[in-house]
């Protein structure tokens, strides 16, 4: 029995994910949106798989992970073929190769850096294992300017966006943005709006990728990221408890 979650384990991520699906109904009536326009990705880093099971039981087909090799592990040993991973933290290009279609999403991509890396890894699949990859994408932007968040600038994202319209291999959906660590979360509702503008300039601007997703919002804001029109919200604590590590 070792590998069962605790007892009462069970039961608090049931109840923790009945009020995160409530608030976020709740978000997006305020917002006068269809809550089914939103997905949930549980951010399941530095939790045990047991956990994710229970909450895959319980519905759940978004996972977000922030680390390739404690992802690629968890894939590895559980990987339903209805469950979407979700790679949400920084990559180094040394890593592309493991990461270009090993995961539904990549919110990550920072710079042209890391999208050439991705490009360059679908290619090597594509010529040595016969394997088409095309990884759908997000531009994660630093909205706050914070420099100790990752991200590309503002301003640097409709260039960027252009130069990775030969990049064929990557599919870019949408943007993506971590909002600062405040007090008052209504203190972080510019920083969502502000990348929904940059999405709405990016369609004029770029048509040629899709835009449609908005991956923003996190424990202490999503409720605010949905009524700025996130379209994914990535929650961790919230249904999985605090973090020990
Ligand atoms: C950890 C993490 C989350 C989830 O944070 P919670 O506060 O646990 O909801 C969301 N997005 C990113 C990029 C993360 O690293």
């Given at each position: 029995m070792i590998n069962q979650p605790p007892i009462g384990q069970e039961a608090i991520i049931a109840a923790n994910l009945t009020r995160v699906r409530a608030r976020i109904a709740e978000a997006a009536q305020r917002a006068g949106r269809?809550?089914?326009?939103?997905?949930?990705?549980?951010v399941s880093k530095t939790k045990p798989l047991e956990v994710i099971k229970v909450a895959y039981n319980l519905g759940i087909r978004d996972f977000g992970e922030n680390r390739v090799q404690e992802a690629l592990e968890k894939q590895a040993a559980f990987s339903p073929s209805d469950l979407r991973w979700h790679m949400i933290g920084h990559l180094q290009t040394n890593k592309a190769q493991k990461v270009c279609g090993s995961f539904a999403y990549i919110h990550s991509v920072d710079s042209l850096h890391v999208a050439l890396a991705l490009q360059r890894a679908a290619?090597?699949?594509?010529?040595?294992?016969?394997?088409?990859?095309?990884?759908?994408?997000?531009?994660?932007?630093?909205?706050?300017?914070?420099?100790?968040?990752?991200?590309?600038?503002?301003?640097?994202?409709?260039?960027?966006?252009?130069?990775?319209?030969?990049?064929?291999?990557?599919?870019?959906?949408?943007?993506?943005?971590?909002?600062?660590?405040?007090?008052?979360?209504?203190?972080v509702r510019s920083v969502f709006r502000a990348l929904r503008q940059l999405r709405d300039k990016l369609r004029q601007e770029v048509p040629e990728h899709s835009w449609e997703q908005l991956s923003m919002g996190m424990t202490d804001d999503y409720h605010i990221a949905i009524e700025e029109g996130a379209t994914i919200v990535r929650v961790g604590r919230a249904i999985f408890g605090e973090r020990v590590k």
């Open positions: 269809n809550p089914e326009t939103i997905t949930l990705v549980a290619e090597k699949k594509l010529h040595v294992d016969e394997t088409e990859v095309q990884q759908t994408v997000l531009l994660q932007v630093n909205i706050s300017g914070e420099t100790t968040k990752e991200g590309m600038t503002i301003e640097d994202a409709p260039a960027i966006a252009r130069q990775l319209l030969p990049l064929s291999h990557l599919k870019v959906q949408g943007l993506m943005t971590v909002a600062p660590l405040v007090d008052d979360p209504e203190q």
